[in-house]
């Protein structure tokens, strides 16, 4: 099994910074890939970024975003500390949601998968922007 904790939530105003953590444990070898997604209340869920992490993978360290995030946020790993960040400068009040990440075994290079193509989940941080 995998576990993964996120951090780093806050609250800012708009055009602020904030750095969200995922820190994964338990069978942490089988992991290759990682990503991001938000629910903001009354919406739907929404992938913000991917990434491919497996070193032993052809695709190591592609990123993907989603159109709305492109430029502003930044998805990374630390695969010593098996931890995945997510960099988001100029904030909007529209990224006001519960930021979950997520994780899989395989790599995924067709964009950002769904929600339901990952295998473990984290229980979110949430991320308020006032304007």
């Known amino acids: 099994q995998v576990q993964l904790v996120e951090s780093g939530g806050g609250s800012v105003q708009a055009g602020g910074s904030l750095r969200l953590s995922c820190a994964a444990s338990?069978?942490?070898?089988?992991?290759?890939?990682m990503g991001w997604f938000r629910q903001a209340p009354g919406k739907g869920r929404e992938g913000v970024a991917h990434?491919?992490?497996?070193?032993?993978?052809?695709?190591?360290?592609?990123?993907y975003y989603a159109d709305s995030v492109k430029g502003r946020f930044t998805i990374s790993q630390d695969n010593a500390k098996n931890t995945v960040y997510l960099q988001m400068n100029s904030l909007k009040p529209e990224d006001t949601a519960m930021y979950y990440c997520?994780?899989?075994?395989?790599?995924?290079?067709?964009?950002?998968?769904?929600?339901?193509?990952?295998?473990?989940w984290g229980q979110g941080t949430q991320v308020t922007v006032s304007s």
């Open positions: 997520a994780a899989h075994s395989g790599v995924y290079i067709y964009g950002l998968p769904t929600y339901e193509w990952y295998s473990y």
């Open positions: 338990g069978y942490t070898y089988n992991i290759n890939s």
């Open positions: 990434i491919n992490i497996g070193r032993g993978t052809t695709y190591y360290g592609t990123t």
